[in-house]
C-alpha cells in the first residue's frame, strides 16, 4: 500500500501540473499577503481562495491522475496485491501529494505573515478540504468507467457543491422563512463539505456577527466548541464516506 | 470693614483651632466609626486604623475628613447599608466598604450621599454591596479611584456608582464589575467621567438618562452583560473611550436612543456584536472613531437623521452599515472602508467612486436571520459584487463620496 503510494508520489512531483498549482497558490498567498498590511484581510481573501481553487483542483486533478495511471491500476491489480490496498495506496499518494502542494503554496506563506487562530484554522480546513474532494474525486472515478464522463462529473460536483448547493440553501431560506429553521441549517450545511470548512473559518473570523443571533441552538452552536467539533467531524465523514464507497464499487469493478 | 474682619476671624478662630485628630482603633475607647462622628465636630479628622469594623449604616452628618489606615473594613453584614453622608464637605478616604443589605424595597448602598456638596470619596474598595457609591441630589462631588466589585448575583444586583439629580459630579479612575449596571446615571447633569473600566457588568456597563452635557472621556466597558446604553439625553461628548467584546444579540457596544447633538469621537469599538446602534437620534457627530472586527459596525434605524459620521476606520467588520428601511440626511465622508474596492486615478488619497456600505447580503441577513449561515460564500460575495456594479435593491442615498483608500492614522 505504501509502496504504491510512494511511487504515486514520485511520479506526480515530477509533472508540471501539481507545480504550476504550487506556485499558483504560492502566489496568491504572496501577492495577499505583500499587498496588505492588515493580516486578518488578507486571511479574508485566502480563505475565498481556499474555498473555490482548492476543492477544484482537488477533484479534477485526482479524477485525471487516476484515469491516466489506468494501465498501471490494470498492471497492480494483476499482481498478488489486494484491491483494497491499491485504492487506498493511490488515495495517499495522489491526496498527500496534493497536500504537499497546498503546504507550500498556503501553509508556508500563512505561517509566516499570519500565524494565529485563525490562521491555523484556515490551514486545517485546506487540508480536510483537500481530502473530501480528493475522497469524492475517487468515487467519481469508480463509478464512471470512461474519462471524459469522469472528469465531466468531477466538475458538476465541484459546481454543486460551490455554488448551486448555496444557491438552493437560500432558495430555501425564502421560501420556508415562516418556520423556525435553525436545526434544518446545521443539518444543510453538514451536507456539503466547503460549507463545513467555511463554518470553520467564520468561527474565526466573524464570531462577532455570529454570536447576534438569538436562537439559543444557534448560541450554543457558535459559542462553545460544540460549532467547531461539529464540523471538524462532518469533515472527516466527507473524507472517510466517499472512500468507503469508492472501495466498495472497486472491489467488484470489472475493469 | 475692620470691625466686620475681626468679628469673622472671632468667629472662625476656635473653629480652625478646634480641629482636632480622632483615632479610631479595635480594643480602645473609641472602636468605632460612629462613636468617633459624635465625638467629632465638623472640621476635625478621624483616622481609622486597621481593622475590622462593624457599621450599620453610620450616619456622617459632620463636615469631616475620615481617612482610613490600611484599609480598615466596614462591614454591614447584610444587616443595613454601611455608610451614610448627609453632610457637605466630607472626604472619605481609604475603607473596605463591604457587606450591605439586600432588598427589593429599598436601594441599600455601601456609600450613600444625599444632599450633599463638596464630598470627595477615594481610593475604597467596595465589595459585595448591593449598590456600591449612590449619589441623589447632590453636587460638586468627586468619585476617585475606587475599586467596586459586586455579588453578580442577577436577581439582587445594585449599581456600582449610581447618581440621582446630581450636578457637576467628577467620577474618574474607577473600576466597576460585577454589579447591574458600572455606572448608572438619571438627571446627572454636567458630569465629567473619566479614565473608569467597567466590565463583566450583569446589564450594562454604562448606562444614562436624561443626563445632559455630560463629558465620558478616555472609559472602557467591556465585556458587559448587554453593552453599553445611553438614552433621552442631549449634548453628551463620549470621547476616545474603548468599547470592547460586548458579544450577544441584543448586545451593543453603544445603544442612542434619542440622543441629540451629541459628539462621539476617538472612540474605538472592538469586536462587539454591534459596534454602534442608533434610534431615534439626531444631529450625532460620529468622527475619528475606529470599528474593528465587529459583527456590525453599526445599526443606524430608519428614525435617525441629520447626523454626520466622518473621517473613521471600518476595518475588519462582517457588516459595515445595516438600516432597517430608508435613511435621510444619514451623511458619510472621508471615512476608511477596508471592503472598498475602487480606485484613486489622481492619487488624492479619496477613492474616485463612492462607496456604499450597506451590502445587499446585509439587507438580505435583515430579512432572513438564518441565513448567516451563507457568510463568506460563493453565492453571497457574487451577489455582493453583482449588487455593488449596479445597485438596485441597497438604499442609494447611503454611501460614502470620497472613502479614504488609507486607513486614518491615530
Redesign the interface.
Known sequence: MLKIAKYIIFDIIRSKVLLAYTLLLLAISLTIFMSDA?V??GL?SI??VI??IVPLVSIVYATTYYFNAAEFTEMLVSQPISRRNILLGKFIGISSSILLAFIIGVCIPVCLFAFSATGITLMVSGYLLTLSFVSLAFLTSTITHDKAKGIGLALMLWFYF??IF??L??LF??TF?DYP??KA??V??ALNP??LA??L??LQ??????????GAL??QFFGSGSGIIFSLLMQLVWILVPLFFALRIFKKKDL | MRTLLLMFSGLLLPLILAARTILVAPGTPVSSLRQAVMLSQNGDTIRVKKGVYISLNTLIDKSLTILGEGQPVLDARFREEVLTITASHVKLDGFTVVNTKTGSMRDFAAIRLSNVEQVTISNNILRNNFFGIYLSNCRFIKVLNNRITGSNDIENSGNGIHLWKCKEVLIRGNYVTKHRDGIYFEFAKKCLIENNLSEKNIRYGLHFMFSDDDTYRHNTFKNNGSGVSVMYTRRIAMLDNTFIENWGSTIYGVLLKEITDARIEGNRFIRNTTGIYMENSDRITIKHNDFISNGWAMRVLASCSKNNFTQNNYKGNSFDVTTNGTLKEIYFNDNYWDKYEGYDLNRDGTGDIPYRPISLYAQIIEQNPQSVMLMRSFIVNLIDKVERAIPSVTPESVKDEKPRMKPWKR
Open positions: 492588515d486578518t484581510k479574508v480563505t475565498t474555498l473555490i460551490s455554488i448555496d444557491g440553501v437560500l431560506l425564502y422563512a429553521l435553525e441549517m446545521i444543510l450545511t466547503i460549507d467555511r463554518i473559518i467564520l473570523l466573524d464570531i462577532s456577527a455570529l454570536m447576534g443571533y438569538t444557534y448560541q
